[in-house]
């Protein structure tokens, strides 16, 4: 019996209802999913795991689990991973035997022209379901649906899931693990989570960023050349120029008057500085002063509110312009 994918995911019931199920394909994370899913269903059982080289190695070994019956447990739930053609003989002689009992084949891509695949599709004691890779449209779905009830899921923040990802289910699902551990009141922080995905065009921009505003125009043309812009992570981009900006305007509230030591002040912010970003902050920190940083706040919010208000607008085109103006004014007097 052939089952579609996004129908066992709706519906687990077929999963408990045949004897044998064959799960195989290509994508990893959901065939991950569909394992625990079944092991969370089973808990009252006993749930045993093997490879298939360990049953060909013995090849009864799969029929004396199933005939010892145990003690304290209804069924036994058998896992068969890494599995392909070669265990199809012993299988096909093993579902006779089958009462109770649930086995689980867990195969990589397996042809049309599978004798597993073919045999067990056919048989109206098995279940066959192929886990075919996602798309861009199952991935975001399954962001949504997994962060439902989370405040600030923006479409940006899920395009920028979306592309860390690489459509990869298994990352998606370990990405949405990160975003609930670190936010626990379900309150997404935009600038956080740019962060915590260790997104690599958000390194990056990271590098164009702090160029710019150190005022190194050489390497800032290289990197402004370099660094690809996404356009739907352009109010993110704000948000990381902001941020330093704001660091850097929390250092100046902090002077008193020159006799301040920079690297102290630094060194007392809260969060801490990371290591590798204070000497670079205090380098920062020689090129600005209050008003000029000021400035620079007012024309940040001024670009995010046309971002947001024309969606006509080249967005991305105004970020570069606005690194240009960023370098200009960290070389300003």
């Known amino acids: 019996m052939i089952f579609k994918s996004y129908l066992l995911e709706q519906n687990l019931d077929p999963f408990h209802k045949y004897k044998i199920f064959l799960i195989y394909g290509e994508n990893q994370g959901l065939k991950k999913e569909f394992k625990e899913i079944i092991k969370s269903k089973n808990k009252e059982n006993e749930k045993l795991n093997f490879l298939q080289d360990e049953v060909l190695l013995n090849k009864n070994i799969l029929l004396n689990e199933i005939s010892n019956k145990s003690l304290f447990n209804e069924k036994k739930i058998i896992f068969i991973d890494q599995a ?6 012993i299988i096909d002689d093993l579902i006779k035997d089958i009462s109770d009992e649930k086995i689980y084949i867990f195969c990589e891509n397996l042809d049309k022209k599978s004798k597993l695949r073919n045999s067990l ?5 098995c279940g066959v379901v192929a886990c ?9 779905k399954i962001i949504v649906n997994k962060l439902k009830g989370f405040k600030n899921l923006t479409p940006e923040i899920i395009n920028i899931i979306s592309q860390n990802s690489n459509l990869d289910r298994a990352k998606v699902n370990n990405e949405i693990d990160k975003i609930k551990s670190c936010f626990i009141d379900k309150t997404i922080d935009p600038i956080k989570i740019v962060t915590l995905l260790n997104i690599r065009t958000n ?3 990271n590098k164009l960023r702090d160029e710019a505003i150190n005022g190194n125009k050489i390497n800032t043309n290289k990197l402004l050349a370099d660094t690809i812009f996404e356009t739907e992570n352009n109010i993110f981009y704000l948000n990381i120029i902001n941020q330093r900006i704001n660091k850097l305007k929390e250092i100046e509230n902090l002077k008193t008057d020159n006799k301040n030591n920079i690297d102290i ?7 801490p500085i990371f290591w590798k970003d204070k000497p670079i902050l205090i380098e920062q920190s020689k090129r600005w002063n209050k008003a000029k940083l000021n400035k620079f706040l007012n024309k940040t919010y001024n670009i995010e509110k046309q971002i947001k208000t024309n969606s006509s607008v080249n967005s991305s085109l105004l970020i570069k312009k606005l690194i240009i103006d960023l370098c200009a004014c960290a070389n300003s007097a």
């Open 84 to 89: 392909s053609d070669k265990i199809f003989k």
């Open 121 to 125: 599709e056919k048989s109206t004691e």
């Open 132 to 140: 075919y890779p996602d798309n861009e449209i199952t991935i975001k």
């Open 203 to 205: 390194n990056d921009f």
């Open 265 to 271: 002040l630094v060194s007392n912010l809260k969060p």
